[in-house]
């Protein structure tokens, strides 16, 4: 299915379908349900998700029980998924380990995605820098990979820490980056059951809404997924998707921030004016506005290009254009958002300091500011 075949009302019809199921399954009672939860999530819902509305397969290959769709679809839902603040292992399992597996290839792939298709499996990604970042060093010598491979493709065992990793605590199945004699290369291995020697440790973390774990190998049993010394390649495809994805999801999260603070700001009355009169109010919201247009037009035009649809621009440059653009637009209106709704906006009762939580842990999900403007100049020639 190519994206250029899905028609704008479509697309309209999926986003109301996803918001209404997020407005039944995802209101903030359920929000805040989650985040005290074992999992950190609700399983019901991450099941009716698949089996409803068949998210997680939106966008994965036909061949590995997915419907085929493109990132266009699916940053409809990851916006819906942001606008509600839904906890969930939809990023790591669908978008970090999803994108990973249909870049690899090969039988392992085809063994995992089936079961992230159907909501059966989860699955995640860990970045494979010693201090939690994205970069293999750039110089092709992998000497700031946290996790080494045993030489051979079979009966690999994994030593190493991998520091930051998203639902790492949680995952059925862990895809590491890990050095190995052909260079860095992709792994799996099987978390559900309890792995050989695997330690999985959750961090304490500032967005309530998503977890993080450290994940030790000590001899661990492991599979090679796709080439061996693959892994540059595959993590190229991958930031690019999964920044555009998270773009999405911020542009749904500062839209929501937008609407309650113009709801806020017309329902509050102090000096016999609504606040939304005041001049200052207005400026705010003015501000907020704009950079949730701008960031809007950016992750769109980020997936339109990842999915290579004819006209649109390079897909590194307008991926990493919406990364930088959409990080700042969604804290910059959370923070207004809190400024808005005055005292109560500070307070642990009210929602905005969810928003201001995904906002800033979204902002340096991927590295930070210092890395999303190295990685858009590194993918303009500059």
Same mark, same amino acid.
Request: hydrophobic share 45%; proline share 4%; glycine share 12%.
């Given at each position: 299915?190519?994206?250029?075949?899905?028609? &704008?009302?479509?697309?309209?019809?999926? !986003?109301?379908?996803?918001?209404?199921? %997020?407005?039944?399954?995802?209101?903030?009672?359920?929000?805040?349900?989650?985040?005290?939860? *074992?999992?950190?999530?609700?399983?019901?819902?991450?099941?009716?998700?698949?089996?409803?509305?068949?998210?997680?397969?939106?966008?994965?290959?036909? *061949?590995?029980?997915?419907?085929?769709?493109?990132?266009?679809?699916?940053t409809?839902?990851?916006?819906? %998924?942001?606008?509600?603040?839904?906890? &969930?292992?939809?990023?790591?399992?669908?978008?970090?380990?999803?994108?990973?597996?249909?870049?690899?290839?090969?039988?392992?792939?085809?063994?995992?995605?089936?079961?992230?298709?159907?909501?059966?499996?989860?699955?995640?990604?860990?970045?494979?820098?010693?201090?939690?970042g994205?970069?293999?060093?750039?110089?092709?010598?992998?000497?700031?990979?946290?996790?080494?491979?045993?030489?051979?493709?079979?009966?690999?065992?994994?030593?190493?820490?991998?520091?930051?990793?998203?639902?790492?605590?949680?995952?059925?199945?862990?895809?590491?980056?890990?050095?190995?004699?052909?260079?860095?290369?992709l792994?799996?291995?099987?978390?559900g059951?309890?792995?050989?020697?695997?330690?999985?440790?959750?961090?304490?973390?500032?967005?309530?809404? !998503?977890?993080?774990?450290?994940?030790?190998?000590?001899?661990?049993?492991? !599979?090679?997924?796709?080439?061996?010394g693959?892994?540059?390649?595959?993590?190229?495809?991958?930031?690019?998707?999964?920044?555009? =994805?998270?773009?999405?999801?911020?542009?749904?999260?500062?839209?929501?921030?937008?609407?309650?603070?113009?709801?806020?700001?017309?329902?509050?009355?102090?000096?016999? !004016?609504?606040?939304? &009169?005041?001049?200052?109010?207005?400026?705010?919201?003015?501000? %907020?506005?704009?950079?949730?247009?701008?960031?809007?037009a950016?992750?769109?035009e980020?997936a339109?290009?990842?999915?290579?649809?004819?006209?649109?621009?390079?897909?590194?440059?307008?991926?990493?254009?919406?990364?930088?653009?959409?990080?700042?637009?969604?804290?910059?209106?959370?923070?207004?958002?809190?400024?808005?709704?005055?005292?109560?906006?500070?307070?642990?009762?009210?929602?905005?300091?969810?928003?201001?939580?995904?906002?800033?842990? &979204?902002?340096?999900?991927?590295?930070?500011?210092?890395?999303?403007?190295?990685?858009?100049? =590194?993918?303009?020639?500059?």
């Amino acid at each position: 299915m190519s994206t250029e075949d899905t028609t &704008s009302t479509e697309l309209d019809e999926l !986003r109301s379908a996803v918001r209404d199921f %997020m407005a039944a399954k995802a209101d903030e009672r359920a929000v805040r349900a989650a985040i005290d939860s *074992e999992r950190g999530y609700d399983d019901k819902v991450w099941a009716q998700m698949a089996e409803q509305l068949g998210l997680q397969s939106l966008a994965l290959p036909t *061949e590995h029980g997915g419907d085929g769709y493109g990132l266009v679809e699916l940053t409809v839902v990851l916006e819906e %998924m942001g606008r509600a603040l839904l906890p &969930s292992p939809f990023l790591s399992s669908v978008v970090l380990a999803g994108t990973a597996l249909v870049a690899a290839g090969g039988d392992e792939a085809g063994r995992i995605l089936p079961g992230i298709a159907a909501g059966t499996t989860t699955a995640t990604l860990a970045p494979p820098s010693v201090d939690g970042g994205w970069s293999l060093g750039g110089r092709g010598a992998g000497d700031a990979i946290a996790v080494t491979a045993s030489a051979g493709t079979d009966d690999v065992t994994l030593d190493g820490t991998a520091p930051l990793v998203l639902d790492g605590a949680g995952a059925d199945v862990l895809l590491v980056v890990a050095g190995g004699p052909a260079g860095p290369g992709l792994y799996a291995v099987d978390a559900g059951a309890g792995a050989a020697g695997l330690t999985r440790t959750p961090l304490p973390v500032l967005d309530l809404t !998503r977890r993080i774990a450290k994940v030790t190998f000590a001899a661990t049993p492991a !599979r090679l997924v796709g080439a061996a010394g693959g892994a540059a390649a595959i993590l190229d495809r991958v930031l690019d998707v999964a920044t555009t =994805a998270l773009a999405a999801e911020q542009v749904g999260g500062a839209r929501a921030c937008l609407v309650a603070s113009t709801t806020y700001a017309k329902d509050r009355v102090q000096f016999g !004016r609504q606040i939304g &009169s005041f001049q200052a109010v207005k400026h705010k919201a003015a501000d %907020m506005l704009t950079r949730v247009q701008v960031a809007d037009a950016a992750a769109r035009e980020a997936a339109r290009a990842v999915d290579g649809v004819a006209d649109a621009p390079d897909p590194g440059v307008a991926a990493a254009v919406a990364h930088a653009v959409c990080s700042e637009a969604f804290l910059a209106v959370a923070t207004e958002n809190i400024q808005v709704h005055g005292g109560i906006g500070f307070t642990w009762e009210h929602a905005a300091h969810l928003y201001y939580r995904r906002a800033k842990a &979204s902002q340096l999900l991927f590295g930070g500011p210092a890395v999303y403007y190295e990685r858009l100049l =590194a993918k303009a020639g500059v």
